[in-house]
């Protein structure tokens, strides 16, 4: 008989901090199912019972049946499929370790970028302590400025003069 599985191949925490959210409840169903086909295998024995053939021999009345029976039990194999694939995969996995290599080299360099942004970001000085003059020096093209470019007060885009809602817009592009 093939060997008996002692644990599982699978490393089901690791597969489940990667199925996404909305996923989980289908993941857990899954390996549900999958640990009951695991205890359904585990409940029987590794080995079939051994067959007492000298009680059938005295119990059966045709001579030669139970030898008979005896011999052709014991030419039964079962035959256990070969592995054929897992070399294959094997090669296949060979063939795209250069490819997966790359695609990370890729995605380390957008991560880097995207570390740039955040440090960036991070170094500014928190909302509460920034001024006015230090908004301007940031970004002057976003910062109030009464002087060159003044507005009214509640000073946002609505209640200046010249403002144009997104329809007006619209209409005044056709």
Not at 47 to 72: D, Q
Not at 109 to 115: F, L, R, V
């Amino acid at each position: 008989m093939a060997k008996r599985f002692t644990k599982s191949a699978i490393n089901w925490a690791e597969f489940q901090k990667r199925v996404p959210p909305e996923e989980q409840g289908k993941f857990l169903a899954f390996k549900a199912k999958a640990d009951l086909y695991l205890r359904r295998v585990q409940a029987n024995p590794p080995e079939p019972p051994k067959i007492n053939w000298e009680e059938y021999a005295k119990i059966v009345p045709v001579t030669g049946l139970v030898e008979k029976f005896k011999s052709e039990y014991a030419g039964v194999k079962i035959p256990y499929p070969e592995d054929k694939l897992s070399c294959k995969i094997d090669e296949q996995w060979k063939s795209l370790e250069p490819q997966i290599k790359s695609f990370c080299a890729e995605i380390q360099k957008d991560i880097d970028a995207a570390q740039k942004d955040i440090d960036k970001i991070n170094a500014l000085p928190k909302f509460d302590d920034i001024t006015m003059e230090m908004l301007y020096d940031m970004s002057p093209q976003e910062a109030f400025d009464p002087v060159n470019r003044p507005t009214f007060w509640p000073h946002n885009p609505e209640e200046q003069p010249g403002y144009m809602t997104p329809e007006q817009k619209a209409l005044k592009k056709h």
